[in-house]
């Protein structure tokens, strides 16, 4: 089979739509399918990096590809309007990650804890050091509850919720 090119990747990313590659360089990678493996991992199992280890899969599959996600079940903040207005269940904005793990993506439920860049591996929330040659990077955002004098965690969960995290399938997608 072809080897894929940089231009090919870099089509595949931006229909993956990953937020971002931490690493650049793709063409001199030998991702070459039947001459090196490689191994990706991905961290963050949203829309953005999943779809980033699918496309990256299905685009080579000889490609190791370890996805790191914390949660097994992946809620979608998008399409939440049509939940709200009783459109769709609750039920269907939930998502696993059965059909990555059928196309051959190594799916961790552990959160990446850190990234060593000199010695390219990542360590997880369960102690695995993970080698990478390439890494994506594709967390979400994270609220910074102190930024707000007066806000906080407890504040949102009461007084002043907030509608930007999904709550990985539990029965209260939003806190709102
Ligand atoms: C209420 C709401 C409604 C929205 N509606 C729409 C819409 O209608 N249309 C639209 O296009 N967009 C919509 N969006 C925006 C859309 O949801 C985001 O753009 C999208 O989810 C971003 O994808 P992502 O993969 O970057 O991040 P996320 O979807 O947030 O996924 C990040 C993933 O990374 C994981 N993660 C975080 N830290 C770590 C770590 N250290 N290690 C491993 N994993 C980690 C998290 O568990 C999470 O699963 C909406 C957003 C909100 C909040």
């Known amino acids: 089979m072809a080897d894929i090119s940089r231009r090919d990747l870099g089509k595949l990313v931006a229909g993956a739509g990953a937020g971002a590659f931490a690493a650049t360089g793709f063409g001199t990678f030998a991702i070459a399918q039947g001459v090196s493996a490689g191994r990706v991992v991905v961290i963050g199992g949203g829309a953005g990096g ?7 899969k299905i685009g080579a599959p000889k490609l190791e590809v370890t996805l790191l996600e914390p949660n097994r079940i992946y809620s979608s903040s998008f399409f939440s309007n049509l939940y709200l207005g009783g459109f769709r269940s609750y039920a269907s904005l939930n ?6 793990r059928r196309l051959g993506v190594r799916v961790v439920h552990q959160r990446a804890n850190s990234v060593d860049t000199a010695k390219k ?4 929330s369960g102690g695995q050091t993970l080698p990478y040659d390439k890494l994506v990077v594709s967390p979400g955002i994270a609220i910074k509850y102190d ?8 504040v949102s969960n009461g007084r002043a919720p ?10 209260a997608p939003w806190r709102w």
């Not at 999943?50 to 990256?56: K, T």
């Not at 930024?147 to 407890?154: F, H, M, Q, T």
């Open 50 to 56: 999943a779809s980033a280890a699918r496309a990256l």
């Open 162 to 171: 907030h509608a930007y995290l999904t709550q990985g399938g539990t029965a």
């Open 121 to 124: 591996t990542v360590r997880t």
């Open 147 to 154: 930024s707000i004098p007066g806000y906080s965690e407890a």
């Open 95 to 100: 998502h696993n990650y059965d059909g990555l």
